[in-house]
């Protein structure tokens, strides 16, 4: 999963699994060992960024809404002082209450202190001239602190990864999907499920209330040391081949997301799969494509071929960094169309997604779009991931969807959430336009709110989805 921000993913090897209903999976560096808060009790100071990549023209501005939540993540109204910090080329312009209104706060640059007026803040910066990073932190005492990180870059000038017309397929179905990786694993630990105290198979039980799409992750090489699942190899082709088989078996249509990694890829971290690490360029994208093609022809041989496949997970900040960070447009949207090219290479029909976090983050998701779309890069659906936390309101979700459907050919929906299960389906399958495809909730399994309970057996959260299957005639 999710998340471009500060996201704290668990490495997810076998000894951390007991930790998983405390996942949001994020990035690995502050989620370790973190106690949760409690709810209405002040716990944590929430960073949400409108944009976490600038253009480093000494101008490009972002807003930053600062709060603080309690452990379920509710705001909390609050009276804190609160310090900030930035490291990197940009610099501190301004602090505003809830209401715009001038904070009064100390400005020194590259440091503020301000106080919370209704529990909200938002902090403007201005990015310098330097590409890179800037990190922005606000700590404040008895909390823990928030961070965020931003890529500042030069776009240059777009090339043409090809000169070729291309018309995005159009999804017929209404998706209603899940991911489910974490499958395997859980039930190599010897977890049951069940329905009404009725024994049986997780992805059936959730066939039969209302969802028709599995999403699977699968890493290049996860069973390295460094790899995602160290020496047992999780979310490999192997085990992926697998559960294709079972996806198919129940009826139900299969999404691919390929990490291109070892390990977890997002917008904090895309490392290079260690087979990849020395080639040049132009080997480097020979690889992405047969990889890509290897996978999709072992699936296709087995009769599961993917029915829609992303090109990378969360790629607003790049995939297989450094070649394809974000910084660097044009090698990112060569490695991106090696991707395609392989997919379509099997599966001429297969959908193909482009995957972003950013669910409110309207100018930073029309910046990615717009440099793909001046590339060439021939694609069918726009994917977005959408966390509150990190992505903003319910609101910032609708009207980034409806703006994003208005501009591109593109479909829309939301490829990852968790939280307002309700609010954020109404919002995938009403996008104007005829553009809505509908959602995938991320590791209901298994995470924060999942569907099933830690025993396995489906809870008040599984009895959503008939509903929303229902209301959007989900077949």
Known sequence: MSKHFSRSVFSLQSCLLAALLLI???STANAQGRRRGVAGKPF?????PYKTTMIANGKDEVSI???????VGTEMKVSNTVKFSLKGDAHITGIQNADKTDAGAKINDTTAEAHFNNGLLWVTLVAGKTMGHIKFEAKADSLWPGSTEIHTVHPGKAHLVTTAKYKPKKVNDKVLGADISFLPELENRGMKFSDNGIAGDAIQIMKAHGFNYIRLRIFNAPANPKGYSPNKGF??????????KRIKAAGMKFLLDFHYSDYWADPQQQNKPAEWVGEDFTA???SVHD?????MQELKDQGTTPDMVQVGNEINHGMIWPEGAIGNLDSLSQLIYAGVTGVKAV??????MLHIALGGQNAEARFFLDNMAARNVPFDVIGLSYYPKWHGTIEDLKNNMADLASRYPQQVMVAEYS?????????AFNVPGGKAVGSFIWEPISSWEGIFDKDGKANQYMNVYPEIAKKYEVK
């Open 347 to 352: 599966s001429p029909s297969t959908i193909i």
């Open 291 to 295: 990889y890509t093609v290897k996978v």
């Open 24 to 26: 949001f999976t994020i």
């Open 419 to 427: 939280q307002l299960k309700r609010e954020v389906n109404d919002v």
């Open 235 to 244: 979310c490999d082709l192997e085990h992926t081949k697998q559960m294709a």
């Open 44 to 48: 944590e100071i929430q960073i949400t």
């Open 65 to 71: 809404k600062i709060a603080v939540i309690d452990g």
């Open 284 to 286: 480097l994208k020979q």
